[in-house]
């Protein structure tokens, strides 16, 4: 199989770190391609949201697999935008990274992927209007995965205290889902090894409490978790707080179920404690 990633972020960059042996050719977009270091095997292409240069356009033709991660911007997806031709002309496997926050504010109830996205953020509307543009260029053969908080190495409550960084905020009743990157990378390939296309909820087991994270990472660090902060008092930017303006326990029983997924990481305590033994957020000697 050739693979085509557009957008390689964070979680993207790690698939191929974990299965791009699996891929006869690895090739993907970052806005800018000089001077960045990426795992080996990578054919590196640019795209900020313009036409991009034939030979991406070839590339992406060829791909047997297409892995997308490019946030929408406010009219929507950029590489729909202008490569809608080149994809309506391929029925090759396309996988799109969505998130929970499509669902909205369910005061701390459970949800699933039967459940209608209601959330009050334009941002989070957007996202469905894409993954719905993404079914349809598709025709049908797309796996939508809606990620949770995303986490890992050089991502994580461990790094954000060391640097000083880490808060608690505290808003009563607010309660999320988290998801650590390997479990994604897993998600994301049995999403590609899965016949048919769907939605499904990338997530942890355990929704938590944003401040519980924080302190328990302290814990592991063995240092004093930062003092707590009220929410309706604390200083934030629009966009943090943003973030707290959905509470959700969100169910990942339809991915263990239909892609046959088994989380290395169920809950975040498990994530953190394997960070650590990693030496995440230790100083260096």
């Known amino acids: 199989m050739r693979l085509f990633i557009l957008g390689l ?3 993207a960059r790690h698939f191929v770190r974990r299965f791009g042996g699996s891929f006869s050719h690895v090739a993907g977009t970052v806005r800018d391609p000089a001077g960045r270091g990426d795992p080996a095997g990578i054919e590196l292409h640019g795209f900020s949201g313009s036409r991009p240069a034939d030979a991406t356009v070839d590339r992406l033709g060829e791909a047997d697999v297409l892995l997308t991660s490019i946030p929408p911007g406010s009219t929507g997806d950029p590489a729909l935008a202008v490569l809608g031709d080149t994809l309506a002309t391929s029925r090759r496997k396309v996988v799109y990274l969505s998130t929970i926050g499509v669902y909205g504010d369910h005061a701390g109830g459970w949800v699933d992927e039967s459940t209608p996205p209601q959330s009050s953020l334009e941002r989070a509307r957007m996202r469905v209007a894409v993954e719905q543009a993404w079914m349809e260029a598709a025709h049908g053969n797309v796996a939508i995965l809606r990620l949770a908080g995303i986490y890992g190495p050089g991502r994580n409550a461990l790094v954000t205290l060391r640097s000083g960084r880490a808060r608690r905020i505290i808003k009563p009743g607010q309660i ?12 994301i390939m049995a999403a590609i090894q899965h016949q048919d296309g769907g939605t499904w909820n990338v997530c942890d087991d355990e929704p938590a409490p944003p401040q519980d994270v924080i302190t328990y990472a302290a814990q592991l660090m063995g240092v004093a978790p930062p003092a707590e902060e009220a929410f309706a008092t604390a200083e934030m930017s629009v966009m943090a707080r943003s973030f707290y303006a959905s509470s959700a326990r969100v169910s990942n029983a339809r991915l263990k179920r239909e892609l046959g997924v088994t989380l290395v990481y169920p809950t975040y305590r498990h994530g953190l404690d394997a960070l650590w033994h990693d030496g995440e957020g230790k ?3």
């Open 9 to 11: 972020g964070y979680s």
């Open 176 to 187: 999320f889902n988290r998801i650590h990157v390997d479990d994604i990378a897993s998600a």
């Open 283 to 285: 100083l260096a000697p």
